[in-house]
């Protein structure tokens, strides 16, 4: 009850914030973007790889149509970029200009990982320590100043294929062997630390980390691990711990850095996957494809038919999210109703 009251008050305040905002212009002047499939705007195109979606009816619902998106329309980092009020093209890295540095580059890649290995049977992906590489040379090269760098927001979401493209993969990959859920979510948190502790070093002061959503209840998992009905319920329970670690990871990154005011947030897409909060918002497809999969494949089958009423489907292809569903969890974050401690628009405040 406490909780329901604090966070109607929550969005009072932030809708009041934001329409005092309105007046007003862009909230940040530089956005980055670093992360998997989820977060990738076209960075994929440019390598060799299984892991990549530039072409119908991928952007079916896009502008520009398919662009490399993992979705019908626009994705997450998009819908970010418009609460944000930012007016250009969050440009992919493979085709950014160093001057681009200056007010934002997307470095996200399909299949990225938190570990190297991960994805490696897909093809070349950018891995998460890739691409913060690919950052320090891109705001070193462009000479953006510290000053303007912590104004930036930062926003991740890196993981996922860890355990979709590695822990319940076969061959090559061992690590289900060697690891209990636990101790694999350590090890993965032990390389987030040291991720986030570059980008810290590289400026980053508004960061939002996006935990792993609900896996087992993706199409390609039900199909593989949940005996086609359901949720994989062993797939959810691996990835639990390693949410409420990254949770507890940002605590620890929001206590040592409180001297220089930086802020990170957690973004949970776990815990608001319910069937009564999709009922609610309209979502009456959640555990099939709107596009056509062909069998034991995950993304969409080229050229093929895809579900007329797009706005009520979770899922895009048999992993990835409808430009409906990217919407209502960005809402939701820059609301505060999915994040922890605080929510985007308060970040970037
Ligand atoms: C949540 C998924 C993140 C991601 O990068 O997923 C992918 C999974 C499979 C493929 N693929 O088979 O090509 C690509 C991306």
Known sequence: MADKMFKALLWAFATAVVMAEAVRGQLVPCYFVFGDSVFDNG????LDTLAKVNYSPYGIDFARGPTGRFSNGRNIPDFIAEELRISYDIPPFTRASTEQAHTGINYASGGAGLLEETSQHLGERISFEKQITNHRKMIMTAGVPPEKLKKCLYTINIGSNDYLNNYFMPAPYTTNENFSFDEYADFLIQSYRSYLKSLYVLGARKVAVFGVSKLGCTPRMIASHGGGKGCATEVNKAVEPFNKKLKDLISEFNRISVVDHAKFTFVDL?????PIEYFILGFTVTDKSCCTVESGQELCAANKPVCPNRERYVYWDNVHSTE???????KAAFAGLITSPISILLLVL
Not at 43 to 46: G, L, Q, S
Request: proline residues 0%; glycine residues 0%; aromatic residues 6%.
């Open 43 to 46: 960075n994929n195109n440019e």
């Open 270 to 274: 776990f815990s608001s996957q319910n």
């Open 324 to 330: 409906a569903a990217n919407k209502v969890v960005v």
